[in-house]
């Protein structure tokens, strides 16, 4: 059981005003992108780690999950949702002292959408034809067509504003106008962050953050319990009642976008195959697998991203089928079963669970699973989109955003090299209507599609554990990525 008074007390305002930053807050990341780990929120080899503390967006996610004003103070689009407008805060100033102003936004969307970058985010914004200011801190954005949700895009935690011009050096200075500033950057040891005490929600509790790289699972847990970090996010599952008891530590489950699974490469052999794809995710006992990897800690899904809490999100049942998977991959020209490796890693503890159970779910089916662990340091860059088959997990996003993001067959970063019109006919579709019950409708045939031809096998979504040591307060997480930094503190 979670302690709800710790919770509660810790998340009682922030008991800082008029107080100067004290206190070190330590905590882990897993250096996934090895050497190409950087500071540049639109790079490949982000590190949203450091960047969530450092820099800002236009718009983030409020607790209800729909957009807030962050570094935009307001929106408006125009009568048919093509053009929108942005009203850029005042006041606001970046960590080398210069004031924030609608060039700034223009620059660092510009470069997003600038297809010669080549910005995993620009999956995201690809949609915004023309970035421009029309006043000192107002800034208009044309799109190719009609979007009614756009704002939901620009709550992408890449989607970080910087200075103008900086796009050469960001990747290791990491200015931004976030309520820490970059002190040492260096993934591979200690980052360490101070405070910004010109932020423009007021200084940080916080003096210090240092963000460590640690690639394995089991080390940062460790280090954890031993007290040399404050926080572990993404703990293991089968951990959560033995932390759970103890006084030394608080608990938090935190419901989320976030899901895992494992990609079939639509391409490769004999993955190519659409009934090879749809008899691999048929096996699978959804309810079993979440209890094994993640002890129940999630919401079943029947392979659609959509987070469960989305406005969008379609209600399916998709119980295990064996027999019906037999009959798929006979008919595929496998009538003797069929021989999978599927590469797994410890990067994420559950992603091994999450392979042996498929492993046993696959074998009613005459699926004969190989599980290979690969190295935890670069796995997204040796691994993932590189192999066939192989774990993968994804943080939250908006429908429409996921959707394309993860499946549209012109997306840079569709891992599972998905290639469907129709598919891609109707995300087009729900853009461009902006009536809301017929968008809804589009969004939830795209899911069904999906569901039916997808080479993704998408079993839950996460629910998030978060340990934290006794000494932190007023950790407030908001829709997951939108923590309040400049809130949080230390008891010494």
């Known amino acids: 059981m979670i302690r709800p008074l710790l919770i509660a007390l810790a998340l009682l305002g922030s008991g800082s005003a008029g107080a100067e930053p004290h206190g070190t807050f330590r905590h882990a990341h897993n250096v996934g992108f090895g050497a190409q780990s950087s500071l540049d929120p639109a790079s490949k080899g982000r590190v949203l780690q450091i960047i969530e503390k450092i820099q800002s967006r236009l718009v983030r996610p409020g607790r209800d999950g729909t957009p807030s004003p962050d570094l935009a103070t307001d929106w408006a689009p125009n009568h048919d949702g093509t053009v929108w407008t942005f009203h850029i805060r005042e006041g606001v100033r970046f960590h080398d002292g210069s ?14 959408i600038d297809p010669d970058y080549g910005s995993p ?30 704002p939901l895009q620009l709550m ?35 980052t360490v962050l101070t405070a910004y005490e010109d932020y423009y929600e ?21 280090a954890f319990l031993s007290g040399q970090l404050d926080m572990e996010r993404g703990i293991a599952p089968v951990l959560r009642r033995a932390l759970d008891k103890s006084l030394r530590y608080q608990l938090l489950e935190i419901p989320t976008g976030n899901w895992m699974g494992l990609v079939f490469r639509a391409d490769a052999p004999p993955f190519d195959d659409p009934r090879v794809r749809r008899a691999l995710r048929m096996v699978v006992d959804r ?11 999630g919401v079943p899904s029947c392979d659609t991203p959509v987070a469960p809490d989305d406005q969008y999100r379609v209600m399916m049942t998709c119980p295990p089928d064996p027999q019906g998977a037999r009959a798929l991959l006979a008919e595929a020209g496998y009538p003797d079963g069929l021989d999978v490796e599927i590469y797994v890693s410890a990067l994420d503890p559950s992603w091994p669970v999450l392979g042996v159970a498929f492993q046993e779910q696959a074998a009613a089916a005459g699926i004969r699973v190989e599980i290979t662990n690969a190295a935890a340091d670069g796995y997204w860059s040796n691994v993932w989109m590189k192999k066939p088959a192989f774990a993968t997990s994804w943080g939250a996003r908006p429908a429409d955003q996921v959707l394309n993001e993860a499946f549209h067959s012109e997306a840079k970063w569709n891992e599972s090299h998905y290639s469907d019109p129709e598919f891609d006919r109707l995300l087009e579709a729900a853009r461009a209507e902006l009536d809301f019950n017929r968008r809804r409708a589009l969004y939830v045939e795209a899911q069904k599609h999906l569901a039916e031809t997808s080479g993704t096998l998408i079993p839950f979504h996460v629910t998030q554990l978060v340990v934290l040591s006794n000494r932190v307060t007023h950790f407030d997480p908001v829709q997951n990525d939108a923590l309040r930094w400049h809130l949080v503190s230390v008891v010494d």
């Open 202 to 222: 007021g200084p940080p509790a916080l003096a210090r953050i240092e963000v460590i790289g640690v690639p394995d699972a089991q080390a940062r847990l460790q």
């Open 121 to 150: 985010a620009r999956a995201a914004v690809k949609m915004i034809e023309s970035v421009e200011a029309t006043g000192p801190l107002t800034v208009r954005m044309a799109l190719t067509s009609t979007f009614a949700d756009f």
């Open 99 to 112: 004031a924030l102003d609608a060039g700034d936004v223009v620059y660092s969307i510009a470069r997003v």
């Open 156 to 190: 992408d935690p890449r989607l970080r504003i910087i200075p103008e011009g900086s796009g050469d050096t960001v990747d290791q200075t990491g200015i931004g106008t976030g309520p820490f500033r970059v002190e040492t950057f260096d993934p591979d040891g200690i």
């Open 287 to 297: 309810e079993e697998m979440l209890a094994l990897a993640l002890d129940g800690g």
